[in-house]
């Protein structure tokens, strides 16, 4: 069965200073992952995915299959940034989107 | 308006009550799901659905019901609601025809259970 990892809970940083967000996945066939965001009271949005190997927000996310991670990055944080962030992977087969347990990033000025 | 919409945003019942939580969607997505939204657990899924009239079991589905009488509509039920069924439940909808396409949540409703 699919699974997705995210260690942290909580990630706290300086505005200004690197981000990493951590996700690995457990999942027997060829997978799409992505990264959605829920800002404060909002509903959650799609972030990046990885077959589009795009920056949005200054974030970027490499997918390593020998790792089995797809780490969510950012040179610089900014306050905006402060959220909540899960990682996701889609079932190819009954297209089930299962997510990570979320970390939240919080960008202190 | 178009896209994805949750009724009630906010609820409050009783111990043993039955409620219903709608999820209606003007996409024609063939794909639903109903996520509880729990802190230390992220979002884990309930039910999805794969089109009208076809339903399946995701990760936690005991003490729930769900319905697809309409593509668009997809209701989650309660059916003798407990304390630990307090959460944020959030309704999504996606076209899977599509390589990596997104799923699109709803507002979330707050429920909580006394």
């Known amino acids: 069965a699919q699974r997705v990892t995210q260690p942290e809970k909580l990630l706290s940083v300086f505005k200004g200073a690197p981000v990493e967000l951590k996700c690995n996945y457990s999942?027997?066939?060829?997978?799409?992952l992505f990264w959605y965001v829920q800002y404060s009271r909002q509903r959650l949005q799609l972030l990046l995915r990885?077959?589009s190997r795009e920056s949005i927000k200054g974030f970027t996310a490499d997918l390593n299959k020998g790792e089995t991670s797809f780490h969510l990055k950012k040179p610089f944080a900014q306050e905006e940034d402060s959220a909540m962030y899960y990682c996701a992977l889609r079932d190819g087969y009954g297209n089930k989107l299962v997510f990570g347990a979320g970390t939240i990033l919080r960008v202190k000025s | 308006d178009a896209g994805i919409t949750q009724s009630p945003r906010y609820k409050i019942t009783e111990t043993g009550r039955q409620v219903t939580l709608m999820c209606h969607q003007t996409?024609?997505?063939?794909?639903m799901f109903w996520y509880r939204q729990d802190l230390g657990h992220g979002l884990r899924l309930i039910y999805y659905s794969a089109a009208a009239d076809i339903t399946d079991k995701g990760e936690v589905p005991d003490g729930y019901v769900v319905s697809r009488s309409k593509t668009e509509n997809f209701p989650l039920t309660l059916e003798s609601a407990t304390r630990s069924q307090t959460s944020v439940y959030f309704c999504?909808?996606?076209?899977?025809?599509?390589?990596?396409?997104?799923?699109?949540f709803g507002q979330g409703t707050r429920l909580t259970v006394v």
């Open positions: 990885h077959i």
């Open positions: 999504a909808s996606t076209d899977p025809g599509r390589m990596n396409t997104e799923a699109f």
């Open positions: 996409w024609s997505h063939s794909y």
């Open positions: 999942y027997s066939g060829s997978p799409e």
